[in-house]
């Protein structure tokens, strides 16, 4: 970032521009992961199977995930995990098929 993308806000504290916030806000939204190759992944309303089926992701599917939170553990082609991530409004996959380079969180907790 320049020096002329840079504002002091009174405060004492220097912010970036409003353009620049959203850019990394949208850069971030468009962060996606992809499915296991060659799985149809269920898309479930909470985290866990028990879950009602919402829709099914067709493979070669990516995903973006708003949230995470602990739900039932599965086991899939990326390990065991009882993470759960939230890819839209009521809408729950397991974090073991998704492939997000981590066995822990990577989004903040639902």
Same mark, same amino acid.
């Given at each position: 970032?320049?020096?002329?993308q840079? !504002? /002091? *806000?009174?405060?004492? &504290? &220097? +912010? @970036?521009?409003?353009?620049?916030?959203?850019?990394? @806000? @949208? +850069? @971030?939204?468009?962060? %996606?992961?992809?499915?296991?190759?060659?799985? =149809?992944? /269920?898309? =479930?309303?909470?985290?866990? +199977?028990?879950?009602?089926?919402?829709r099914?992701?067709?493979?070669?599917? =990516?995903?973006?995930? /708003?949230? !995470?939170?602990?739900?039932?553990?599965?086991?899939?082609?990326?390990?065991?995990? /009882?993470?759960?991530?939230?890819?839209?409004?009521? !809408? #729950?996959?397991?974090d073991?098929?998704i492939? *997000?380079? %981590?066995?822990? #969180?990577?989004?903040? =907790?639902?």
């Amino acid at each position: 970032m320049s020096l002329d993308q840079v !504002q /002091n *806000t009174g405060g004492g &504290e &220097e +912010t @970036a521009g409003g353009a620049e916030a959203e850019a990394v @806000a @949208a +850069t @971030a939204a468009l962060s %996606s992961y992809p499915v296991a190759p060659g799985y =149809r992944l /269920n898309v =479930r309303s909470g985290p866990g +199977t028990n879950y009602s089926l919402v829709r099914v992701l067709s493979v070669g599917s =990516r995903v973006s995930i /708003n949230c !995470q939170r602990p739900g039932e553990w599965v086991s899939g082609p990326y390990g065991t995990s /009882n993470i759960w991530d939230n890819i839209g409004s009521g !809408q #729950y996959v397991s974090d073991a098929y998704i492939r *997000t380079g %981590s066995d822990g #969180y990577v989004a903040p =907790r639902c």
